[in-house]
């Protein structure tokens, strides 16, 4: 009874810590007797014990990987400084975990080398304009490389590129000679602008005024038309009201006197008399007899 509770308590022993279960986005590389054997993907799985190891825990998810600043020469010979960030993932966990010795390490050296061999074609102002066609490239080239080893490269970020002292001080002082000519040009097209509007606000006064004055002028002329006219009317309306009356001819004398007063009162020197001097004896004549009725 003993020997069987030892020897349960064994199998308990063996075959407990064979239960393996593996979690969402993990695989195990197991290996039977030395060779590889199997993956495993999440879910329960049960190895022989003494037989089966399990050589790999690798993580399916993506990595992103920071690696430290590396010295680069540019082709005009300035040497900076530039760290990397690398996402990858690893697509197949047999070659991650048999590719290489020591896979993060391999995939830094990979990186700083081709970084190195980008930089080397590009000169300063090209590396600093240049950011999206060195990711490019370089994941292209890293993807390419890492293939054997079971990795998918999906980005290559550049995220910081240090140029020594002396030349950041002189990128600075060019960048605040940019800033003031520009601030100089909008100024100078502010002020051209401002004198353009100025120019064609005078201008269009001007041409206000001058088409003010015009329809001032023009009104006036027509008032004045307006009011000969007025005036002939009246004059046509009197002959005609007179014709209309029938007028005798002593009506007529008379007219003519108060029309040679005002004449005689006005500034004309010279005063054209009738050449029928009967015709103004009888004026005479007709004027002393109303004086004498008076």
């Known amino acids: ?86 996402y990858f993932q690893i697509t197949d966990p047999k070659l991650y975990t048999y590719g290489v010795d020591n896979p993060i390490s391999a995939i830094e050296n990979l990186t700083a080398t081709t970084l190195r061999n980008i930089i080397g074609d590009l000169e300063l102002d090209q590396t600093l304009t240049s950011r999206d066609l060195i990711n490019t490239k370089m994941r292209s080239i890293l993807d390419e490389a890492t293939d054997p080893w079971g990795v998918k490269v999906n980005r290559v970020e550049l995220k910081n590129i240090l140029p020594p002292r002396d030349i950041q001080e002189s990128m600075e002082k060019q960048m605040r000679a940019e800033r003031e000519r520009r601030e100089q040009i909008l100024k100078a097209e502010g002020e051209k602008k401002a004198s353009i509007l100025i120019a064609e606000g005078e201008k269009e006064s001007a041409i206000l005024r001058a088409e003010a004055k015009k329809q001032s002028e023009i009104k006036m002329a027509e008032g004045e038309a307006e009011a000969l006219r007025k005036l002939k009317e009246a004059e046509a309306e009197g002959i005609k009201l007179i014709k209309d009356a029938k007028p005798d001819n002593t009506v007529l004398t008379l007219k003519s006197l108060e029309t040679l007063k005002e004449l005689s009162n006005g500034e004309a020197n010279k005063i054209f008399l009738p050449v029928d001097l009967q015709n103004i004896a009888t004026l005479g004549t007709i004027v002393s007899e109303m004086t004498q009725k008076k």
């Open 1 to 86: 009874m003993e020997v069987l509770l030892i020897l349960f308590i064994l199998a308990i022993a063996l075959i407990v810590p064979s239960i393996k279960i593996v979690p969402q986005a993990k695989a195990y590389v197991v290996e039977r007797i030395g060779s590889y054997y199997t993956t495993w993907h999440n879910g329960l799985h049960i190895k022989i014990p003494f037989i089966d190891r399990i050589s790999g825990n690798v993580s399916l998810k993506e990595i992103v990987k920071d690696f430290d600043p590396q010295p680069v020469i540019t082709k005009d010979n300035v040497t900076m400084q530039i760290d990397t960030v690398v």
